[in-house]
């Protein structure tokens, strides 16, 4: 484990801050790992991190096409939050959330997880019954969430306009203890974690194949820096897991969409929670460094472009203004978008795949950042020992089998 004194930080000052090592090694690939993990995000850094940490798998490499982090990770809007209705999902992002609260102790590195609480607001009747039914699934869940009054919501966030004529706050179902964390952080803490473990972390290396032996089991993958054999492999790649799938044999019940976000010039603070505001599908939260964090839905088309279209932006904005009257002051410092992968009930897939000793981690749509933790642990379980608790509701088969997990019909929002 890292630790510098005082003195050690002055010293580096002096000279520049030349003499820190790197956070992670640069590796060469090996002829042969136990594990390949396909995507170097959150997701596969921590499935890489939980085979070694819980089931002593060392013998790992994490291939990423581009840069560390530099996907969906490093692109979105940092909620965390476990209120969803149904069982499983609760299950699976609340074992993520209490992840997060000891993360940075875990990893000794500094994710800054922020538990601001995140607020979900009431704005038809419809939701109001919604939110209602959740808040008690959640007591059955064991999960710490209450439906607020339009009085609470006020006091909570005093900058908000609760008696818009279109959109009036009519109550929001609140979680104390949800929050966020700096999503690149999480990333290069997991990537040192696993390379003081002994991981080979290979960015710039994309996949161009992957390999199967006579009797149909994965062999490995090809890539652009060589090709590397493997005993299992872990496909782990968001918006892009339907080209994986393809390579490997096997077709996704999943499409992909841009996902965009802005943020503000930065303001002084105003803004200590996260409010999410289904009806006109935008959410906003303050960032440390004094920036409003807007984000909304998907666009409408599908595409494997990082940018999406303007036309979302003005719409996401436009639907925000009326109940933050003050963002309408403000200027747009910077926006971006992520690839998501979509399934039709809006639920994830952790599963085994056709292809025997392949598996996959996908489908996570608009949410994927808050479940990275409890997604890391599940999905290396389900590689070592071939089945996870966690897993056993988001297997592939479910499609065929209709037993679908519909959170966007339940929430009224897939995030």
């Known amino acids: 484990m890292r630790r510098y004194s005082a003195f050690a930080i002055a010293r580096e000052a002096l000279r520049h801050h030349t003499g820190w090592k790197p956070a992670w090694a640069k590796a060469e690939p090996k002829k042969r790992y136990d594990v390949i993990i396909v995507g170097g995000g959150g997701h596969g850094l921590a499935t890489a991190y939980w085979l070694g940490k819980n089931h002593g798998i060392t013998n790992v490499a994490v291939v990423e096409k581009g840069w560390l982090g530099g996907g969906n990770t490093g ?7 476990s209120n969803y209705l149904q069982d499983p999902s609760a299950a699976l992002y609340e074992k993520s959330r209490s992840l997060y609260e ?3 102790q875990d990893l000794n590195y500094n994710v800054m997880f922020s538990p601001r609480g995140v607020l979900m607001l009431a704005q038809t009747e419809h939701e109001v019954r919604g939110y209602k039914r959740t808040a008690h699934a959640n ?4 999960i710490k969430t209450r439906f607020i009054s339009p009085r609470e919501v006020k006091k909570i966030c005093p900058i908000m306009n ?3 004529p279109r959109y009036p706050v009519l109550g929001g179902l609140w979680q104390e203890r949800a929050g966020t964390a700096r999503h690149d952080a999480v990333a290069w803490g997991y990537a040192r974690a696993c390379s003081d473990m002994g991981m080979d972390i290979i960015e710039q290396c994309e996949v161009t194949a992957v390999r199967r032996d006579e009797t149909g089991k994965v062999a490995g993958i090809d890539t652009t820096r060589g090709s590397i054999d493997c005993g299992k492999l872990g496909i782990v790649v ?5 080209r994986l799938a393809d ?7 999943v499409e992909s969409v841009p996902l965009q976000a802005l943020v503000s010039e930065p303001i002084k603070p105003c803004m200590d929670i996260v409010v999410m505001a289904n009806t006109v599908h935008g959410y906003m939260s303050q960032s440390d460094k004094g920036e409003m964090v807007i984000g909304g839905g998907t666009d409408g088309y599908n595409a494997y472009t990082q940018r999406g279209s303007f036309q979302h932006i003005e719409e996401t ?3 925000l203004v009326e109940t933050f009257p003050m963002i309408s002051r403000l200027k747009m410092l910077r926006q971006w978008g992520g690839i998501v992968d979509m399934t039709g009930d809006r639920s994830p897939i952790l599963s085994k795949t056709p292809v025997e000793n392949c598996f996959i981690n996908c489908g996570w749509g608009t949410g994927g950042f808050k479940a990275t933790p409890g997604s890391g642990w599940a999905m290396a379980e ?3 020992k071939g089945h996870a608790p966690l897993t056993d509701a988001f297997g592939l088969e479910r499609f065929r089998e209709g037993r679908f997990i519909d959170e966007s019909v339940a929430a009224g929002v897939a995030h």
């Open 75 to 81: 692109r979105n809007t940092t909620i965390i939050r």
């Open 238 to 242: 968001a918006g892009n897991s339907g």
């Open 102 to 104: 000891t993360m940075s």
């Open 139 to 142: 007591a059955l869940q064991g």
């Open 247 to 253: 390579m490997a044999g096997f077709r996704l019940p």
């Open 382 to 384: 389900l590689m070592a």
């Open 317 to 319: 904005v436009r639907a």
């Open 162 to 164: 609760i008696d818009g």
